[in-house]
Nanobody, 124 residues
Framework: QVQVVESGGALVQAGGSLTLSCAVS????????TAWFRQAPGKEREFVAA????????NYAVAVKERFTISRDNAKNTVNLRMISLQDEDTAVYYC?????????????????WGQGTQVTVSS
């Protein structure tokens, strides 16, 4: 069984920065691509960023591409999402996901394992 646990969500001012972390345990971490998705109130869950199992390939949503950076540490079984220049529209619950995908896929259906989410609130 694979467990996914996010941390790092917080209230932050617009223009600020924040790093989310995700710990994946239970199976060999470097088998899995990992990704971040988010869901704002009243909206559908959307793709944010993904990174391949090796860490060599990344994929970003257009809305975050210049501001967010996904990285992973296979020795520590963690994946991070560094977010800068945060905007009101970044307010959402952020979910970490892991799965065997077609190389850092952006589709939520590609990921079998999900965390419970961590809240990010950006205040202006």
């Amino acid at each position: 069984q694979v467990q996914v646990v996010e941390s790092g969500g917080a209230l932050v001012q617009a223009g600020g920065s924040l790093t989310l972390s995700c710990a994946v345990s239970g199976r060999t971490f470097n088998y899995y691509d990992t990704a971040w998705f988010r869901q704002a109130p009243g909206k559908e869950r959307e793709f944010v960023a993904a990174i391949s199992a090796s860490g060599h390939s990344t994929n970003y949503a257009v809305a975050v591409k210049e501001r967010f950076t996904i990285s992973r540490d296979n020795a520590k079984n963690t994946v991070n999402l560094r977010m800068i220049s945060l905007q009101d529209e970044d307010t959402a619950v952020y979910y970490c996901a892991a799965g065997r995908t077609a190389l850092a896929a952006s589709s939520s259906s590609s990921y079998a394992y999900w965390g419970q989410g961590t809240q990010v609130t950006v205040s202006s």
